[in-house]
């Protein structure tokens, strides 16, 4: 089964960047759909963004689109979320998570990385 | 946007069993899954595809879904099932993943 790591991130000022990583090991990372979701300090789980296993398709919640980016690089086994313009309201933990070896749509998201916390603060 | 609601809190003795209600509109037409967090933990998928359970998860927990609610079921509750709970499902009309706001199951 796959194993996932996030990294980058830290804190950061109002309208700055940042771009987080997670990388898989332990099986076939490019078979897989791969989310992105975060929560908020005392806060539920919000979906942030998937892409498709070989990358040709994108999915952006409405509350980052425009702002983050996901992407992948299968030949290093990485998922990213390249994070522009970011606000107060981005502060959270961020899991990567996969979302089925088929269809995203209808997978449950198997497995999850252990969080990578953004903190948008001047 | 398609609305999960979820009751903020459930409460249930050991050995007794908890019900945590995810209600959305037709949400019988749409594919549930259900994730336990634990404090300073990330998700864990406890049941897929309204009623299947991952491999390791014990056969006290189950789902259904039908109508305008799906649930989640523990049976025999122990101390260790304390934690939150999400249902999620994938919006077609949006092409948006969307969780429920999430239910802490105490154990007295």
């Known amino acids: 089964q796959v194993q996932l790591v996030e990294s980058g991130g830290g804190v950061v000022q109002p309208g700055r960047s940042l771009r987080l990583s997670c990388e898989a090991s332990?099986?076939?990372?490019?078979?897989?759909?791969m989310h992105w979701v975060r929560q908020a300090p005392g806060k539920g789980l919000e979906w942030v963004a998937l892409t498709w296993y070989d990358g040709s398709r994108e999915y952006h919640a409405d509350s980052v689109k425009g702002r983050f980016t996901i992407s992948r690089d299968n030949s290093k086994n990485t998922l990213y979320l390249q994070m522009n313009g970011l606000r107060a309201e981005d502060t959270a933990v961020y899991y990567c998570?996969?979302?089925?070896?088929?269809?995203?749509?209808?997978?449950?998201?198997?497995?999850w990385g252990q969080g990578t916390t953004v903190t948008v603060s001047s | 946007s398609y609305v999960l609601a979820q009751p903020p809190s459930v409460s249930v003795a050991p050995g007794k069993t908890a019900r945590i209600t995810c209600g959305g509109d037709?949400?019988?037409?749409?594919?549930v899954h259900w994730y336990q967090q634990k404090p300073g933990r990330a998700p864990m998928l406890v049941i897929h595809y309204d009623s299947d359970r991952p491999s390791g998860i014990p056969d006290r927990v189950s789902g259904s879904n039908s109508g305008n609610t799906a649930t989640l079921t523990i049976s025999r509750v122990e101390a260790g099932d304390e934690a939150d709970y999400y249902c999620q499902v994938w919006d077609r009309s949006s092409d948006h993943w969307v969780f429920g706001g999430g239910t802490k199951l105490t154990v007295l």
């Open positions: 332990g099986s076939t990372f490019s078979s897989y759909g």
């Open positions: 998570a996969t979302g089925g070896s088929g269809s995203p749509f209808y997978s449950g998201m198997d497995v």
């Open positions: 037709n949400v019988a037409s749409k594919t």
